[in-house]
């Protein structure tokens, strides 16, 4: 097994490890996850760096009640790595209803295992939007407009 293939197991399992045991303490732990110019992007945020990484962190503890991620499947090769996963949590000013988004990550790893590269792909409409009171009513009529 290559150098590049080891670190990249072993960095995915750390990954993992994180993301399904994640706390607000935790996130102290995101410079043993992420290089120091790590790219992040998803729906909300594109940034560079592991200071910016853990605002993003940071601002999702303070706008939802027990965040957890479940990954549900997970593929590596090379440097890279493809995961997808539920999240779990629930809305502090919306609704104490569990909600569940379902999506996926692309991470790319440096020699040393660590990310420095992370993409989520998620539908921002369906998997949040259409849940929310009034925006989801009009997100839906939206969709259903869309498909006539």
């Known amino acids: 097994m290559s150098e590049m293939a080891t670190a ?17 303490e935790s996130t102290a732990q995101l410079t043993a996850i992420y290089s120091a110019d790590a790219f992040f992007k998803d729906p909300f945020n594109e940034v560079r760096g592991i200071h910016a990484i853990t605002r993003i962190f940071a601002h999702m503890f303070a706008q939802v009640n027990a965040p957890r991620f479940i990954v549900t499947t997970r593929i590596a090769q ?3 790595a493809f995961l997808t996963w539920d999240f779990r949590f629930s809305m502090k000013r919306f609704s104490s209803a569990e909600q569940c988004i379902r999506g996926a990550t692309h991470l790319k790893f440096d020699a040393d295992g660590r990310v420095c590269f992370h993409r989520d792909y998620w539908d921002a409409a369906e998997e949040l939007y259409e849940k929310l009171p009034v925006l989801g009513a009009l997100m839906r009529g939206l969709k259903n407009a869309a498909r006539r």
């Open 8 to 24: 990249t197991d072993t960095g995915l399992e750390r990954v993992v490890v994180f993301f399904e045991t994640l706390s607000l």
């Open 78 to 80: 090379g440097g890279e």
